[in-house]
């Protein structure tokens, strides 16, 4: 897939998540932060999310190679993007991570080389990107 970037350190690699537990879960999640089992509560919960991720990765390499996706961060410059609008192509962006549309494209632009957005993850683009990507993005 065109526009698959290497990860770049000045882009976020976290993500703020809320989740809602019972107050004896959430007790049981203190007794081990408690006890040093784990350093916090986000810890215990990062750690948590790890384990069954990883328990599950073969399904998700599965997927992503059945539905032709992206894993990782994917960055759609204003120059990659012309490129696809000189050549009269678009692109079909399908990604498990981070998707990011540079600051400079303008939404014009996005709307003419970009035919749909599908993000397992998180979407970075300006809200006028976003907006005339609106109908596109599932």
């Known amino acids: ?16 998540i809320t989740i809602n ?3 004896v879960d ?9 006890e040093g089992f784990y ?3 986000s810890d215990f919960i990062r750690s948590a999310i790890r384990r069954q991720l990883d328990s599950h990765a073969e399904a998700v390499t599965q997927s992503v190679v059945r ?7 994917v960055v759609y410059s204003r120059q ?15 990604v498990v991570g981070l998707l990011t549309i540079e600051d400079d494209v303008p939404p014009e632009l996005a ?4 035919e749909s957005v599908r993000v397992y993850g998180v979407l970075q683009a300006s809200k006028a990107v ?9």
């Open 21 to 23: 537990m019972s107050v």
């Open 26 to 34: 959430l007790g049981k999640v203190d007794l081990l932060v408690s």
């Open 80 to 94: 990659e993007l012309e490129r696809l609008q000189a050549a009269g192509e678009q692109v079909s962006c399908r």
């Open 1 to 16: 897939m065109d526009g698959i970037s290497p990860w770049r350190p000045d882009l976020a690699d976290s993500e703020k």
């Open 111 to 114: 709307a003419e080389t970009i």
């Open 130 to 138: 976003k907006q005339a990507l609106a109908g596109r993005i599932r």
């Open 39 to 41: 350093a916090n509560r």
């Open 67 to 73: 539905q032709t996706m992206a894993m990782g961060v």
